[in-house]
């Protein structure tokens, strides 16, 4: 499949200066990034005998995969075959997806959940048998879930139970990582932070990025404020390419309440029965497309779009009532408790919706076995561009993509790291210690800054895009990236904003470049899919 390389400015190559001889230095054979499913997996594919760091950026159970809710598709039930869930994900992906890559997903997907099981996850089950359930865009039940809507939290539960187990895996909780250590084209480690320590180089025989999404760049989002997008701005500053970032999926149905945090209502629910209704009552779906409610998650989200602006109204409801009070109440336990938390009874109230940023798609380009462009840099789940979403993520294959790829990086990572030498210099690096910085003292308001980020992202980069609006918000970033990237700031959450500018302009950028409509892409201006534009865009920086 054709791409098109774009390059966006370069914000600098390192956040901080921070030079080898002042800062601590800790050796490790195996250095993961991330600790939700993809980085827990790998984790769990390391051969004992080699150290393996594991670095998590907030406590070890909070992750994007901890508050899946869904669940994880595979090909589990009599009637379902391979040929279906393939033919389901390459539909969903709107021209885009690698079918090598789906076929490799699929074909391990009853093995990895069966690997779950084994590790402890508790799935639902129904007469002995796991209960599976449909989602939006699959044309058979397949989606194995636990605790009703709890998947990812039951699945992480086992995982990180077990990787605590482990001699040989340590695990550094609420330490932020700045950099990526490159000597060439390698990567050698990372440059990590923590409130005890400060900073610290980690320096690895492998590296594994398993950093996750970008959903809070935007205000309505699923993702916890973690989700700020620190290993795709890593990685292209380190030299990797991105690979469609213009594609951000938007979740249909995001509980919506003025002044509260957002929560998601799983897909699960439509799969259910639920029906959407806009303001006025009236079953809206089946104007937008022939499967309803069950139409893929970029059709649902445009159609809710599309219809709260025909009803000037916030939000659509989620009506529960065609599935039954007993049947709510057993099967999404966890939302049911989030809305009684408003007054809100999930089996009998209609419940406000509206779409929210979700799952971030782009990221770095890797093979089918987890190599990135970067010698010694492998990388899973949402931080990459495996090829097996496309233009849009069929719903419950993301924890599906995490277990493949990360078993496969961890194994290669650790195969690699066993054909090293125990010893090896650190490299000369340039860190411009004595770089030109911004001399005034005004103190930045980092929380007023991101705020205006992520509403600048939801107006100009969200569900419906156009070129005036695409083209002001790559100004917009620019300028912020004038005086904000070049201070040399000393947080997380200066450093966050950084990552969250860079990123945010590769996606405007991607999706200025994409002049079509494809998937969870919907340009205006070019409202219909081109078969000319049947490819991918690339962002380097420059």
Not at 462 to 477: F, K, P, S, T, W
């Amino acid at each position: 499949m054709n791409s098109r390389q774009i390059r966006i400015p370069s914000f600098g190559r390192y956040l901080v200066p921070s030079h080898p001889k002042r800062v601590p230095h800790l050796f490790t054979d195996v250095l993961i990034i991330g600790g939700g499913i993809a980085g827990i997996r790998a984790a769990l594919s390391i051969d004992p005998s080699l150290r393996t760091v594991v670095i998590t950026k907030d406590a070890l159970q909070h992750s994007n995969s901890a508050y899946a809710q869904g669940g994880i598709a595979g090909v589990l039930g009599p009637l379902d075959d391979f040929a279906s869930h393939v033919s389901d994900t390459i539909a969903a992906g709107k021209g885009l997806c690698h079918s090598d890559v789906v076929d490799l997903v699929v074909q391990e997907a009853p093995q990895r959940i069966r690997e779950l099981i084994a590790f402890g996850a508790q799935f639902d089950r129904v007469n002995g048998e796991l209960a599976l359930t449909l989602e939006g865009g699959h044309s058979h039940p397949r989606v194995a879930h636990a605790l009703g809507d709890a998947t990812g939290q039951e699945v992480m539960r086992a995982m990180n139970r077990l990787v605590m187990e482990q001699p040989h895996i340590d695990l550094w909780p609420k330490t932020f990582t700045i950099d990526l250590l490159t000597d060439g084209n390698v990567c050698r480690g990372a440059l990590v932070w923590n409130a005890n320590h400060g900073r610290t180089f980690v320096w690895a025989k492998q590296t594994i990025l398993c950093t996750g999404g970008a959903g809070a760049l935007y205000r309505e989002t699923t993702n916890p404020q973690i989700a700020t997008a620190d290993g795709h701005a890593a990685a292209l500053r380190a030299g990797c390419a991105l690979r469609d970032m213009e594609f951000m999926q938007f979740h249909p149905t995001v509980l919506y309440i003025a002044g509260s945090s957002r929560h998601l209502i799983t897909e699960a629910v439509r799969g259910e029965g639920a029906h959407l209704l806009d303001c006025r009552g009236y079953r809206f779906m089946h104007d937008y497309n022939a499967a309803g409610e069950l139409a893929p998650r970029d059709v649902v989200s445009q159609a809710i779009t599309e219809q709260m602006a025909k009803t000037s109204h916030p939000c659509v409801y989620l009506d529960l009532s065609p599935i039954g009070p007993e049947k709510v109440r057993q099967r999404f336990p966890h939302i049911g408790k989030v809305c009684a938390d408003f007054g809100l009874d999930l089996a009998r109230d209609r419940v406000p919706v509206r779409p929210g940023a979700h799952y971030m798609i782009g990221g770095l380009i890797t093979d089918v076995e987890g190599r990135t462009s970067l010698n010694g840099l492998w990388a899973a789940g949402e931080v990459t561009s495996s090829g097996l979403h496309g233009a849009n993520r069929l719903a419950s294959n993301s924890l599906l993509e995490g277990v493949v790829f990360g078993l496969r990086c961890g194994k290669n990572a650790s195969e690699a790291a066993l054909g090293m030498p125990d010893q090896f210099a650190v490299p000369e690096l340039a860190w411009q210690e004595d770089r030109e910085l911004p001399r005034s003292h005004e103190q930045l308001d980092l929380a007023d800054l991101r705020n205006s980020l992520r509403s600048l992202m939801g107006r100009s980069v969200g569900i419906v895009r156009n070129e005036q609006d695409l083209a002001g918000a790559c100004q917009q970033l620019d300028f912020w990236a004038n005086y904000v990237c070049r201070r040399d700031l000393n947080e997380p959450a200066g450093w966050e904003l950084q990552n969250m500018i860079l990123v945010g302009r590769a996606m405007a950028a991607a999706a200025l470049e994409r002049r079509e409509s494809r998937g969870v892409h919907s340009r205006s201006d070019f409202p219909a899919p081109l078969e000319t534009e049947r490819n991918h865009i690339v962002v380097r920086s420059e």
